[in-house]
């Protein structure tokens, strides 16, 4: 009985100590959201939560011609899959693909709103957590972030090696978004295990509580009754 006893003491500090190191890892999700629009671009990164059966959809208007890139991850939750359309003002569907993870795609913009819908109507209790961002597929120099209106075809060594740290910073900036995803996403499917385990445990924690006790009262009884037949005889 001592020996089971400390085994689940044992076993409640293994998991508290692991609750413990998880929460000192905990990702805020707002370091993932945010949203920046200006004249000479158009970015936008959001985390939102989506409901079991439930379709959610934004909307962005844009006024040029150009490519942009179309991003979306699923952080958290059931299978890790989500349903995704884009459609054109003149409602058009552009891209639909259905239960993926992630996927990454260019697209060709035009005057008007352009929606951007998630679904997860297939799932029936799983909550889960999306990541999506739209950006240009070439970002603007900063000669044309300085208002200079395109970019100069003949620089000076100091202007390309701001160009170059512009680009180097964007796409530092691009990996830091990519590991705070994977490590929120690493983060969900640690406590999901961390879960089942400890609810397991005290299951089978329980059920040997229960034959032990069941097992000593069963044995009492033959002993019991040994003595009283002794007394009869």
Same mark, same amino acid.
């Given at each position: ?91 058009? !569907? &552009? ?7 992630? /996927?990454? %795609?260019? =697209?060709? @913009? ?50 390309? !090696? &701001? ?7 964007? /796409?530092? %900036?691009? =990996?830091? @978004? ?50 009283? !037949?002794?007394?009869?005889?």
């Amino acid at each position: 009985m001592g020996t089971i006893l400390l085994c689940g003491l044992v076993l409640y500090h293994v998991t508290f100590a692991a609750t413990q190191q998880l929460e000192g890892q905990q990702v805020v999700d707002n370091d993932i959201k945010y949203t920046d629009e200006s004249e000479w671009q158009k970015i936008s990164e959001l985390t939102f939560e989506i409901a079991d059966n439930d379709e959610v959809c934004f909307y962005e208007t844009f006024k040029t011609g150009e490519k942009y890139f179309f991003e979306y991850q699923v952080v958290k939750g059931g299978n890790y899959d989500i349903d995704a359309e884009i459609k054109s003002p003149r409602g058009k !569907s &552009l891209y639909k693909e259905t239960k993926r993870k992630s /996927d990454k %795609i260019v =697209f060709d @913009t035009g005057n008007g709103d352009f929606s951007f819908c998630f679904g997860n109507r297939f799932s029936t209790f799983s909550h889960k957590t999306v990541y999506f961002s739209i950006r240009p597929e070439d970002l603007p120099s900063l000669a044309v972030r300085a208002g200079k209106g395109r970019r100069p075809t003949v620089m000076t060594s100091l202007e390309a !090696s &701001l160009e170059q740290i512009n680009d180097d910073t964007q /796409d530092t %900036i691009d =990996f830091q @978004t990519a590991y705070r995803l994977r490590e929120a996403s690493g983060r969900s499917f640690a406590e999901a295990v961390l879960t089942s385990i400890t609810w397991w445990s005290f299951l089978y924690s329980a059920v040997i509580i229960i034959a032990t006790f069941g097992q000593t009262f069963i044995l009492k009884t033959f002993f019991a009754n040994s003595i009283k !037949s002794k007394h009869i005889t």
